[in-house]
């Protein structure tokens, strides 16, 4: 029987690791030394290197599959060679594919294949637009963690997910209160919220108050670590999968990038940990 997403968030929870390292990888901006074998090779062992030194301060990593898909079956190659090292070398740490993806309920059927079977990801992140019923491959699958988007901490956010629907609260909210009431039937679900966003993150937080929460934006798009924790922290001073991508695997683009890495991870899990046992 696979190992439950939720189930091994709690564990990393338990020894109070919230920092989620974004595999953003792109193979034009790896150092030159890296670069020097195939495509494939180069973003695999750039991974491996990365993970190696930060995996002592993280609790979940999460490539998103757009830089990897970006170079074609190379790309893609990397991306299943990295999650069979995570799942090979560091068991319990969970990974999360960062694909975005929703369609009709057949045609999800393959996306749950190609997270599972291909790149043996313990979750993935989906949009709730075509709504509950089509979603149902992904959700009826206990052990498969399904985090939604519900408030998004790029710019334009705004423009759709901040609309006033029936009863006049934000479509956000909506989708947050669905997700929590109606949806999370297994116990599977999660919500992705943005870090550059505090005021949403922490109404979701009340509206959905123990579902994790996984919260991108801090780091190079600049979000406030204090707010983000003290408004994402659920009522057992957990429930946060806080993602920094850029600002730790491109903190050197010399041949020292790893011990850059490991430095900021720890530096970010420091101060993650800081605010949460200030907060308990």
């Given at each position: ?14 020894k109070?690791?919230?920092l989620?390292?974004?595999l953003?990888?792109?193979?034009a901006k790896?150092?030159?030394g ?12 750039f ?15 999460k490539?998103?599959?757009a830089?990897?898909?970006g ?19 560091y ?8 694909a975005?993806?929703a369609?009709?309920g ?7 294949k190609?997270v ?8 993935i ?6 709504g ?14 399904v985090?939604?988007l519900?408030h998004?901490?790029n710019?334009?956010a705004?423009e759709?997910?901040d609309?006033?629907?029936?009863g ?6 909506k ?8 949806w ?14 505090p005021e ?9 108050p123990d579902?994790?929460?996984?919260i991108p ?16 922290l659920d009522?057992?001073g957990?429930?946060?999968i ?24 720890k530096?970010m ?12």
């Amino acid at each position: 029987m696979p190992v439950a997403f939720n189930e091994l968030l709690r564990k990393q929870w338990e020894k109070q690791r919230f920092l989620c390292v974004g595999l953003d990888t792109d193979y034009a901006k790896l150092p030159k030394g890296i670069r020097q074998t195939s495509i494939a090779d180069a973003i695999f062992e750039f991974n491996r290197l990365i993970i190696e030194a930060t995996a002592d301060f993280c609790g979940a990593y999460k490539p998103n599959i757009a830089f990897y898909e970006g170079y074609g079956l190379e790309g893609l190659d990397a991306l299943i060679r990295t999650n069979r090292y995570l799942r090979e070398h560091y068991p319990d740490i969970p990974i999360i594919l960062d694909a975005k993806r929703a369609d009709i309920g057949s045609t999800n059927q393959g996306y749950v294949k190609m997270v599972e079977d291909v790149f043996l990801a313990h979750g993935i992140t989906v949009h709730p637009y075509l709504g509950r019923e089509a979603l149902l491959p992904f959700l009826e699958r206990p052990h498969l963690g399904v985090i939604v988007l519900c408030h998004t901490s790029n710019p334009g956010a705004s423009e759709f997910q901040d609309l006033a629907v029936a009863g006049g609260e934000p479509l956000y909210r909506k989708v947050a209160e669905a997700v929590y009431r109606e949806w999370n039937t297994q116990g599977n679900c999660g919500l992705v919220l943005g870090a550059t966003y505090p005021e949403q993150l922490s109404e979701v937080r009340k509206a959905a108050p123990d579902l994790p929460f996984l919260i991108p934006g801090v780091g190079a798009q600049g979000g406030d670590l204090e707010q983000t924790v003290k408004n994402g922290l659920d009522e057992k001073g957990a429930g946060i999968i806080i993602n920094a991508s850029r600002s730790i695997i491109y903190a050197s683009s010399g041949d020292d990038f790893a011990e850059a890495a490991r430095n900021e991870a720890k530096k970010m899990d420091r101060a993650i940990k800081a605010v949460v046992q200030r907060l308990s």
